[in-house]
């Protein structure tokens, strides 16, 4: 299948009393609305019992954040631990970015534009970036992050299922899976928000070696249990409901290639299937959902890559289990 990829220049450089008594047809109104506060009240708790189901099977969340909510860039802070939200715990960095571990299971969702067309950072108050029932907590690089307290997925489609180029479609909604919400976009890709604990598989490449995008049938690339609901760049995107977490590993613990593997599923930490790759990257997949905290440097400051023995790069309750480009990667136990 042809798939046409974003070649546009960006959208955006790089949000009263009665006198008498009650009728009977009062009471009947009265009674009605009891009934319905009652139903209402159920409903409410429904809902809360599924947001906390929701917070028991999720993640904590890492946020990459290389400026806060002032605009200051992190390393201009007097300490980097002031650049993480609050409820959330500095655990190193990468790049120009501070890391930021989420106290509790949590979602997250950037963006370089909003559905308008204007740049996140370039508004008034870069809070109005965020959807409803997220936080703005800073940003990284031309991106405004917001934090959500509950688990929420986010999708970045650049292309649709049907191959379509994401932002050139008239309503760039339909772009994004069936009860996700286009609520801007992050570069050439249009980005999509659900407030519900499902995961993400991104594959440029299968098992076998062949091309995603390259197939006939692109959702023959998805790991089962997961949908096809378009893509991003040269990657596959791979949708599934409930807990689960996608891991993309280029080295092992040792310091060899993944890819140099005989199986390359001997990259993936137990309980992980290998489910193919992304760019020079294995991907190894579980439908649990595991934190992830990928480190360039230490809380110290010292580089996660050069330490004689890199676990000690990880946060307590995680283990190091290889890495990706110059980040170590550390997984949730």
Known sequence: MHRSLAVALPLALLLACRKDGPTSTDTQLEADADTDADSDSDSDADADTDSDADADLGARTTLYLSWDTSGTPVTNLSSYAEGCPSGSTFVGGTGYAVACLTDTPAGQVSMSWVPDGSTAT????????CPSGTTFVGGNSYNVTCLDSA???AVYNSWTTSGATAIDLED????CPSGYDFVGGSSYAVTCYKRALEHLVALTWLPDGSVAIDLEEPSEACPAGTTFVGGNSY???CLGSGPGTALSLAWLPDGSPATDLDDPQDACPAGFDFVGGNSYSVVCY???A???VSLSWTTSGESARALDDRQDACPSGFTFVGGNGYDVVCLED
């Open 290 to 292: 595991r934190a992830v």
């Open 151 to 153: 688990p929420s997925t």
């Open 122 to 129: 370039d508004l008034d108050d870069r809070s109005d970036a």
């Open 235 to 237: 990657a596959v995107n």
């Open 286 to 288: 579980a439908t649990e």
């Open 172 to 175: 760039r909604a339909e772009a």
